[in-house]
């Protein structure tokens, strides 16, 4: 694998967890005016207005191959966030956001039956070292946690491995796709399937509603088209566990902006949290197991 692209690889997606974390503060106050299905649906529905303007990014036709991929990797993301809605009528957001982080386990220990990858010990205490750390940033600690285990929780916890599913999908379809074809066809089935269920709901998908515009315009762009378009990308230098990792980074960012904009507190076990994502990333990273070559996951 070449070096220098790992590296602008490891930089994009630090990016999209950066901007990912970036817009929690942003859509926390959308919602206080619409609700969850209809923001998704203009949310990713415009994203894949936006980026289907931008076609001459595309370097080659769109192939079947691509578009059954895409609609694949669209239809997991539908299925983690739904789950991840219904999970939160049930049990705490700390829960939810604790339980869904766990994706970062479950795509080293995934990658063994479906790609017939060997579990590498620096991935899988790096992946626990995160977990840690989301333990802490979820304010778990000291509360009722997740030993009270309900209905909520395991809709979080298959949220997780849809999730999962997603960053092991994108890394093996990376290479084999064209990547602006790939996000495209992701985005507009997010879109469509969101959008029908808006309407199901008797929501007017359509209708402007400008408190929201500068949340929509924002998360469509800095949280839509840019992630999807750099992981599309990126992935193919990254390792998919390497990249499940790189997102625990996204409630960093997000605690980082919530205090910054929102004036927020971190509490000393939101820094330990912190720290220990990053020491499982450092982990990840620079423990090297025997001289073979590092074998790539996707």
Not at 122 to 149: F, R, S, T
Not at 156 to 167: D, V, W, Y
């Amino acid at each position: 694998m070449n070096g220098n692209k790992r590296l602008v690889g490891i930089g994009g997606l630090v990016l999209v967890a950066f901007f990912w974390g970036m817009t929690f503060t942003v859509i926390k106050g959308a919602l206080d005016d619409v609700s969850v299905s209809f923001f998704l649906a203009q949310r990713f529905l415009l994203a894949f207005g936006l980026l289907f303007l931008a076609r001459p990014l595309a370097k080659a036709p769109l192939t079947p191959y691509t578009l059954g991929r895409g609609m694949l990797l669209g239809g997991l993301v539908v299925a983690g966030y739904g789950l991840q809605t219904v999970a939160l009528i049930d049990t705490t957001a700390s829960n939810t956001a604790f339980l869904t982080g766990l994706n970062v386990v479950w795509v080293p220990i995934l990658a063994v039956p479906l790609f017939k990858r060997r579990l590498e010990a620096p991935k899988a205490v790096g992946a626990v070292l995160a977990v840690g750390g989301i333990y802490l940033m979820c304010g778990l600690l000291g509360g009722e946690g997740i030993g009270h285990v309900n209905r909520g929780d395991l809709y979080a916890l298959s949220c997780s491995l849809f999730f999962a599913l997603h960053i092991l999908y994108t890394g093996r379809y990376a290479g084999r796709c064209d990547s602006y074809w790939l996000a495209v066809v992701q985005l507009g089935t997010i879109g469509v399937i969101f959008g029908a269920t808006a309407l199901a709901k008797g929501q007017p998908l359509f209708s402007w509603k400008p408190e929201i515009a500068v949340a929509l315009l924002l998360c469509s762009f800095l949280a839509t088209v840019l992630p999807f378009l750099i992981q599309t990308t990126v992935q193919k230098w990254v390792s998919p566990s390497d990249t499940a990792l790189i997102f625990c980074l996204e409630p960093v960012f997000a605690a980082m902006f919530a205090w910054a904009l929102a004036g927020e507190a971190m509490g000393r076990m939101e820094f330990w949290g912190a720290a220990l994502i990053l020491f499982g990333m450092v982990v990840s990273e620079t423990w090297k197991v025997g001289k073979g070559k590092r074998q790539r996951v996707n």
